[in-house]
């Protein structure tokens, strides 16, 4: 075996971009990172909010995660009506207010470290005061925490299909069970609350016990996914306008601009029934994008399309996708307006950082899909 370890994009060695980017974004640096150094397959583990882009990609690839080790990782940060765990909003903002204020002194970077381990030692207090110290720049670290505040993993921890260890101190417990309840067959272990050295050897025993038995590798046969929904409105009269010949070459032209997005954005023609595409992604950011270039070009042939995008837990039936989540972009594509892009709320919840504009657009109905659902439209311009 070998250890790889890379620095997030913003922090520690890395360099530093203008912006830390999303979710996906350092998903994609994980990829990158394996690709680079030739690894197939890997375990990945993540502290804290590194955690989120690992479960994001044992998720989205899990034919390329061998196990996952999560040590305390939230689901979200703060709190809602349906989330009992994390902080308050109000403390949120005034953490947020600390972190712009008081990033880089030593008494500020103490007080989180008792926050996170109540009976830290002397050595645990010196290497965190450190540790922060070079991981983040203040406008850095002031941006990594608004992406955090927004971000909210539910979705893609129902959605991780492979051996997942959950690790956590006792500050975290509550909100770390209930991640390890959302994954599968997740199992949870907590670590000591002792001295520095004890407890990253916890934390390295048990990934190592945890990966000598797991069990073996499997297909998966359900990967995250972000799937697109587009549809012409007013095709059939637009067709009887123009004739069917004129309308057969207008179709092509449309055919072709879809499919040089999806090139261009990665993602996959899943099938393209009459004047509709069914498309995937590995990431929702770039299906929004891909919406959005796809509803401005067909503009400029003085088309419209509607889009609809989800991500979310889907079945893999050969090369194709089946499942409720692909049914809900179904329906949030029937909902958007001529012109329109419409993203469900988990969409929202995983694109935190990654520049694009989204209006509420209220509460609705999706048929045959429980529950009710928040849907946003993609602003026009970033």
Same mark, same amino acid.
């Given at each position: 075996?070998?250890?790889?370890?890379?620095?997030?994009?913003?922090?520690?060695?890395?360099?530093?971009?203008?912006?830390?980017?999303?979710?996906?974004?350092?998903?994609? !640096?994980? =990829?990158? *990172? +394996?690709?680079? /150094?030739?690894?197939?397959?890997? #375990? @990945?583990? %993540?502290?804290?909010?590194?955690? &989120?882009?690992?479960?994001?990609?044992?998720?989205?690839?899990?034919?390329?995660?061998?196990?996952?080790?999560?040590?305390?990782?939230?689901?979200?940060?703060?709190?809602?009506?349906?989330?009992?765990?994390?902080?308050?909003?109000?403390?949120?903002?005034?953490?947020?207010?600390?972190?712009?204020?008081?990033?880089?002194?030593?008494?500020?970077?103490?007080?989180?470290?008792?926050?996170?381990?109540?009976?830290?030692?002397?050595?645990?207090?010196?290497?965190?005061?450190?540790?922060?110290?070079?991981?983040?720049?203040?406008?850095?670290?002031?941006?990594?925490?608004?992406?955090?505040?927004?971000? !909210?993993? =539910?979705? *893609? +921890?129902?959605? /991780?299909?492979?051996?997942?260890? #959950? @690790?956590? %101190?006792?500050?975290?417990?509550? &909100?770390?069970?209930?991640?390890?309840?959302?994954?599968?067959?997740?199992?949870?272990?907590?670590?000591?609350?002792?001295?520095?050295?004890?407890?990253?050897?916890?934390?390295?025993?048990?990934?190592?016990?945890?990966?000598?038995?797991?069990?073996?590798?499997?297909?998966?046969?359900?990967?995250?996914?972000?799937?697109?929904?587009?549809?012409?409105?007013?095709?059939?009269?637009?067709?009887?306008?123009?004739?069917?010949?004129?309308?057969?070459?207008?179709?092509?032209?449309?055919?072709?601009?879809?499919?040089?997005?999806?090139?261009?954005?990665?993602?996959?023609?899943?099938?393209?029934?009459? !004047?509709?595409?069914?498309?995937?992604?590995?990431?929702?950011?770039?299906?929004?994008?891909?919406?959005?270039?796809?509803?401005?070009?067909?503009?400029?042939?003085?088309?419209?399309?509607?889009?609809?995008?989800?991500?979310?837990?889907?079945?893999?039936?050969?090369?194709?996708?089946?499942?409720?989540?692909?049914?809900?972009?179904?329906?949030?594509?029937?909902?958007?307006?001529?012109?329109?892009?419409?993203?469900?709320?988990?969409?929202?919840?995983?694109?935190?950082?990654?520049?694009?504009?989204?209006?509420?657009?209220?509460?609705?109905?999706?048929?045959?899909?429980?529950?009710?659902?928040?849907?946003?439209?993609?602003?026009?311009?970033?």
């Amino acid at each position: 075996a070998r250890l790889i370890l890379f620095d997030k994009r913003g922090t520690g060695l890395s360099d530093r971009p203008r912006d830390l980017g999303s979710l996906e974004t350092r998903m994609d !640096d994980i =990829r990158a *990172v +394996l690709d680079a /150094v030739g690894a197939e397959r890997a #375990v @990945l583990v %993540g502290s804290g909010a590194g955690g &989120q882009p690992c479960a994001m990609f044992a998720a989205t690839y899990p034919e390329r995660a061998r196990a996952l080790v999560l040590v305390n990782t939230p689901a979200r940060a703060v709190k809602t009506e349906e989330y009992a765990y994390g902080l308050e909003p109000g403390a949120w903002h005034e953490q947020l207010r600390e972190v712009r204020e008081r990033w880089g002194e030593r008494a500020y970077f103490e007080q989180q470290a008792r926050m996170a381990n109540p009976s830290a030692d002397d050595e645990f207090l010196a290497w965190f005061v450190t540790c922060q110290r070079f991981n983040a720049s203040p406008g850095a670290a002031l941006n990594f925490y608004r992406v955090l505040g927004e971000t !909210d993993l =539910r979705d *893609v +921890l129902s959605s /991780v299909s492979v051996p997942t260890l #959950v @690790l956590h %101190g006792p500050a975290q417990r509550d &909100q770390m069970l209930d991640v390890a309840h959302r994954v599968r067959d997740a199992r949870s272990v907590a670590l000591p609350a002792d001295t520095l050295i004890e407890t990253f050897e916890s934390i390295a025993r048990e990934t190592r016990a945890f990966v000598e038995g797991a069990p073996p590798d499997e297909v998966p046969d359900s990967v995250l996914a972000t799937v697109l929904f587009t549809d012409l409105v007013g095709s059939t009269e637009r067709a009887a306008a123009i004739g069917d010949r004129a309308w057969r070459d207008l179709l092509t032209r449309h055919h072709e601009d879809v499919r040089r997005e999806l090139a261009r954005f990665r993602g996959e023609e899943i099938d393209s029934a009459g !004047d509709g595409f069914f498309c995937r992604f590995d990431g929702p950011a770039r299906a929004m994008a891909c919406a959005r270039t796809i509803v401005s070009r067909a503009r400029e042939l003085d088309l419209a399309v509607r889009a609809g995008i989800h991500t979310g837990e889907c079945e893999v039936v050969g090369e194709k996708l089946a499942g409720i989540s692909v049914v809900t972009g179904a329906r949030v594509a029937a909902l958007a307006n001529p012109g329109e892009v419409l993203v469900s709320q988990t969409v929202k919840d995983l694109v935190a950082g990654s520049g694009f504009g989204l209006i509420d657009r209220g509460t609705h109905e999706l048929k045959g899909v429980p529950g009710d659902w928040r849907l946003y439209s993609v602003a026009t311009s970033t």
